[in-house]
C-alpha cells in the first residue's frame, strides 16, 4: 500500500522556522520525485517545490525560492521541506506527492500519489 505521510506543521511567529517531514512508503523511492504543495484558504492548490529523488536535482517556485530547502533521505525513504524565515502568506495546509521522476513533479494534476496535509500557521 503506498501511504505518504506529512508531518511537522504547527503556529509559528512570522521570521520563523518549520520543517516539514514527508515519509514515504509502498512504492520504489527512487523511481519517485517527490513535490510539496500547498493550499490555502480559498486559493487553489500550488506545488512550491519538489525533488528527483534519484540524482537530487530539485526545483522551488519563485515565492520560496531562497527561504525554502528541500532533501532526501533515500535511506529512509523521506524527504524534508526545510522553510524559513516564514511570511503569513506561507499559511497553508501543506502536502507531498510523488509522481515518477521523468514527469514534472510541480503540477498537481499530474502527481501519483498524495499523502494528507499538514497545517502551517505563521502569525504576524
Known amino acids: 500500500e503506498v501511504q505518504l505521510q506529512a508531518s511537522g506543521g504547527g503556529l509559528v511567529q512570522a521570521g520563523g522556522s518549520l520543517r516539514l517531514s514527508c515519509a514515504a512508503s509502498?512504492?520504489?523511492?527512487?523511481?519517485?520525485?517527490i513535490g510539496w504543495f500547498r493550499q490555502a484558504t480559498g486559493k487553489e492548490r500550488e506545488g512550491i517545490s519538489c525533488?528527483?529523488?534519484?540524482?537530487?536535482?530539485?526545483y522551488y517556485v519563485d515565492s520560496v525560492k531562497g527561504r525554502f530547502t528541500i532533501s532526501s533521505d533515500n535511506a529512509n525513504n523521506t524527504v524534508y521541506l526545510q522553510m524559513n524565515s516564514l511570511k503569513t502568506e506561507d499559511t497553508a495546509v501543506y502536502y507531498c506527492?510523488?509522481?515518477?521522476?521523468?514527469?514534472?513533479?510541480?503540477?498537481?494534476?499530474?502527481?501519483?500519489?498524495w499523502g494528507k496535509g499538514t497545517l502551517v500557521t505563521v502569525s504576524s
Open positions: 509502498g512504492f520504489t523511492f527512487e523511481d519517485y520525485a
Open positions: 506527492a510523488a509522481v515518477l521522476r521523468e514527469y514534472a513533479c510541480l503540477a498537481s494534476n499530474g502527481m501519483d500519489y
Open positions: 525533488i528527483d529523488s534519484s540524482d537530487g536535482v530539485s
